[in-house]
């Protein structure tokens, strides 16, 4: 299986910072990568699929990019609805896997 | 609109059996692979199984494998997933998801909540 190691685990930030979040998988996977938001009883949302293609209906404030085996979503001006958890997932190969999420809270 | 509605959740008894039904809406659901993610509860998700639009291709994570069966009746845009020996480690809120161009899972339902449990 594909390990999807993802960080920081969680992070602290102020509304108009630009954090960042990675991923790291365990073998190539191209550009086989998507990001997800997800808030407190609700249910995933996605927001980038393919490495950096941006959802319909998502802020261009958020944003993707692949380097080799490494990925990164960024949030360009961080928003008080962007505060949420955030996970990672390969759609390479099955059995499709998800990184440990990323918790994004208020400083 | 793509909907998705998911029902059968409840709590179960180890070893015990439940059936999960998905409604879907909104789109051709005959064109697309439908996937059921779980997630238990403070903890990440996990992708259980997966079906082609025609039903004919299935696959399953090997933590349900032999005990889960994924299966869908286009007729009536329905998915489901038969659940038998069920555990304690697969209580979570079962996802049915809508499969994406990339393998993403691009549209989500509410979820249905599976408790395991003596």
């Known amino acids: 299986d594909i390990q999807m190691t993802q960080s920081p685990s969680s992070l602290s930030a102020s509304v108009g910072d630009r954090i960042i979040i990675t991923c790291r998988a365990s073998q190539g996977i191209g550009t086989y990568l998507n990001w997800y938001q997800q808030k407190a009883g609700k249910a995933p949302k996605l927001l980038i699929y393919?490495?950096?293609s941006l959802q319909s209906g998502v802020p261009s404030r958020f944003s993707g990019s692949a380097s080799g085996t490494d990925f990164t979503l960024t949030i360009s001006s961080l928003q008080p609805e962007d505060f949420a958890t955030y996970y990672c997932?390969?759609?390479?190969?099955?059995?499709?896997?998800f990184g440990g999420g990323t918790k994004v809270e208020i400083k | 609109e793509v909907q998705l509605v998911e029902s059968g959740g409840g709590v179960v008894q180890p070893g015990g059996s439940l059936r999960l039904s998905c409604a879907a809406a909104?789109?051709?659901?005959?064109?697309?692979?439908m996937h059921w993610v779980r997630q238990p509860p403070g903890k990440g998700p996990q992708w259980v199984s997966l079906i082609s639009g025609n039903g004919g291709t299935t696959y399953y994570a090997d933590s349900v494998k032999g005990r889960f069966t994924i299966s869908r009746d286009n007729s009536k845009n329905s998915l489901y997933l038969q659940m038998n020996s069920l555990r304690t480690e697969d209580t979570a809120f079962y996802y049915c998801t809508k499969g994406g161009d990339y393998g993403d899972y691009r549209y989500w339902g509410q979820g249905t909540l599976v408790t395991v449990s003596s």
């Open positions: 997932q390969q759609s390479y190969s099955i059995p499709q896997t």
């Open positions: 909104g789109f051709p659901f005959d064109e697309y692979a």
């Open positions: 393919a490495a950096s």
